[in-house]
Structure formats: C-alpha cells, structure tokens
C-alpha cells in the first residue's frame, strides 16, 4: 500500500500550480512531510526567510521552486532535496523534478559519521555533528561539543582538518579555529553562540567574524 505524504505549497502566488504540486506529490517516496517553497529570486531576505524555514522543521523535505535559474544555486548551497525549474506549466517543471528523484531518491537514513579520538588505552567515537568549534594550540587541538565537553587531541588543526576535509559544514575560519557553521544560532558582536544543550560561545577577534558571516552568506 501506498505511503500518502504530508504536502505544503509555501509562497506561491498561483493557487492552481499550488494545489496541482499538493495533489500529484501525494504519493512521491519521500519520508517524512515535503515543502515546495516558491522563489522569485536570490536576495538576502529570501535567504533568511529560507534558511528560518530548515532551521525550524525537523524532519522535512524542502523543494526549491523557481523560474530563476539562478536561485538553483541557492538550493543548492541549502542542501535542500531538490530544486524545481518552475516553467511555463508547472507540470512540465514537476515531472523532470520527479524523474530526477526516481534516480538519486533522498537517504532514509543520514549516516552518522564519528571521529576517533584517542586516548592512553584505548580511543572515543565522537559524532562529527555535535562538534560546535575546534581550537589548535601547537601540536594540540581542542574539541568543543554540543554538550559542552571539551576533547584534547594530541596532533595540530591541520592534521584535523585533512580528516574532516568531506565534511560541508566544517569550515577553516583561520590559523586557529575550525566551526561547525549549522551549529551557528548568532553573530553577537564579538562572538558566535552555538545551539547545544547550553548555548556555548566562542570569541572572536573582527577578521574571523568578518570570515564567519561570509561562510553564512546565504543565510
């Protein structure tokens, strides 16, 4: 039997293309609710409004919508599941979308992928995801969690940063510092605040912000 979907059409202005999407999207093969979130174009308030949207739902799917091909680049430095070419007939945009998801479906099932930090007898599986930042001093570097732990490993930031060189959202900032930019929940001054259990700071001198707001751009 098949799996009926949870739909929403967000910021269309055709009420027919809107409901056609909600209708035909119905029985797709995606897990969990789908989104199709319609852009004009690529500004900073439609990044923001974006980015509060993933921020804020768990669990869901976003589809880009647009006649802009330029905002395809958008979606795709938003890492959301598609982004849907909205021509003449909406149709035509939303099979090409779903003959592109019948070839690369999206991952049930996100892979959890840890770092292995060892210690005198024996080591530690940390999951890459709750890193907030890492800091390098000389040949140490220290490994600051979600949790608010710290970890030391005994080799410097480069070594660590060759490690985790696959992972998007790991981002250089420096000779000193490595941030997990999803983990980012504001810029305050002097100082980037990390979603966590607690919220864990980190301050900055004004050229590392200055490298921090251009890795967040299109927020």
């Given amino acids: ?24 999207a119905q029985l ?14 690529d500004t900073l308030e439609n990044r923001i409004l974006l980015r509060k949207l993933i921020n804020t739902s768990e669990n869901e799917h976003f589809v880009v919508v647009s ?13 959301v599941l598609a982004f849907m070419y909205y021509q003449k007939e909406v149709a035509v945009g939303y099979y090409e979308f ?11 099932e996100e892979v959890k992928e840890k770092l292995k930090i060892s210690f005198k007898g024996g080591f530690e599986l940390v999951a890459i995801a709750s890193i907030c930042f ?5 040949n140490y570097t220290y490994i600051y969690l979600e949790n608010g732990t710290r970890k030391c490993i005994s080799y410097p930031l480069n070594v660590l940063e060759k490690r985790i060189k696959e992972v998007p959202f790991l981002t250089r900032i420096g000779k000193s ?10 810029v305050q001054s002097q100082h980037l605040v990390f979603k966590g259990a607690t919220e ?8 590392y912000i200055k490298r921090v707001k251009q890795n967040l751009l299109w927020y």
Wanted: hydrophobic share 40%; aromatic share 10%.
């Fill in 28 to 41: 797709l093969a995606v897990p969990n609710k789908l989104s199709f979130f319609y852009l004009k174009e």
């Fill in 134 to 138: 890492c800091v390098g001093s000389g």
């Fill in 1 to 24: 039997m098949n799996q009926t979907n949870t739909i929403q059409c967000l910021n269309f202005s055709n009420i027919k293309d809107a409901a056609f999407l909600e209708e035909n």
């Fill in 200 to 207: 864990i700071e980190l301050k900055l001198g004004d050229i």
């Fill in 67 to 79: 006649a802009n091909k330029e905002v395809a680049f958008l979606a795709w430095k938003a890492n």
């Fill in 98 to 108: 779903t003959n592109r998801l019948k070839k690369y479906p999206p991952i049930k």
């Fill in 177 to 186: 510092f490595i941030v997990n930019i999803n983990r980012i929940k504001k």
